[in-house]
Each structure stands twice: as structure tokens, then as C-alpha cells.
């Protein structure tokens, strides 16, 4: 994997630089006091799911101009992605689901 550090909620963080093919654009740190939804709570806790740590907004070139929302555990592993018409709208559901994301690289965003 091709990584990166970046500041991700106060933290020094090593980032993929792609996941599922796509380039990563920005990253946020979530945990199970952020978790706003029922999903967003299901696959944060401790669960067949997750637990969910981060949370990764990613160009999705094989698809125009749409952007991938993808739910990473600790160590960037995959556990759930949401495909989204824009980055606008993939910062919008992160909000949705989550309180307070922050998503590093992405701050005219978030």
C-alpha cells in the first residue's frame, strides 16, 4: 500500500493513497462517541462490521465525476463503501452519519 502522513484530527496519521482503485482525496478519524446514524453505530462498535476508525472520500475515476465514501477500520481495510455523485454529497453523508467530521486534505469541504 501507498501511504502518506497526514494531521487527521490532531493526530499524525499514515494514509493510503488509494483505496479500491481510487485516489484518495481526504480522510477523517471517527470512533463510537461520533457515530450519529444506526449504521454509522452498528459498524463503529464492536460488531462483524467494524469497528469503523476512519472514514475516506475517494475519486471514483471509473465513474465520471463520482466520488466513493469508504468506512475503514484501523488499519484502512475496507469494511463498507457508498458511491456518491460528488464529493459535496460524500462529505454530506460523512455528516450524516458522524458528528463533527473533519476531513483532512478536504477543509473547503468539510
Known sequence: MTARIVICNHLRVTV????GG??????????PDSARSWS???VV???????????AI???????????????DQHWNVI?????T???EAVAQARCEFD???????????
Open 16 to 19: 493510503p493513497t488509494e483505496l
Open 22 to 31: 481510487c485516489k484518495v482525496l481526504g480522510t477523517a478519524r471517527v470512533g
Open 40 to 42: 454509522a453505530q452498528r
Open 45 to 55: 462498535g464492536e460488531s462483524a462490521d467494524g469497528p469503523i476508525r476512519y472514514l
Open 58 to 72: 475517494a475519486q471514483a475515476d471509473n465513474h465520471g465525476q463520482s466520488s466513493c465514501l469508504f468506512w475503514c
Open 80 to 84: 463498507w463503501d457508498d458511491l456518491h
Open 86 to 88: 460528488s464529493i459535496q
Open 100 to 110: 463533527d467530521v473533519r476531513f483532512a486534505d478536504l477543509d473547503e469541504l468539510s
